[in-house]
């Protein structure tokens, strides 16, 4: 059974803003999640169970959650990978109290 993938006009604009090379591999590795949400090449975030991320062209990043109830994917973030990402989208790991 499929799963519905869901682009927000914010996601849409960082697609557009993507090399052109970059953007139609983007756009396949996002469509291809209608069918399998946690591809081989994806790991999920530590913490976060139901997010997760796969590496494009070594330097630019796809976030996304999977809502297995709605079978359901929703494109959080496609883009360069940047050392606050995971901040900015409120997925950073929790800090250790015992450092």
Known sequence: ?????????????????????????????????ANQPRPGNAKELEGHPEHCRMWIMGRFRLVWHVSEDERRVDILYVGPKSPELYAYLGLGRAEDDDR
Request: proline share 3%.
């Open 1 to 33: 059974m499929r799963y519905r993938v869901i682009l927000s006009k914010a996601i849409r604009r960082q697609l557009s803003r993507l090399p052109g090379n970059v953007r139609n591999i983007a756009r396949r590795q996002i469509m291809s999640l």
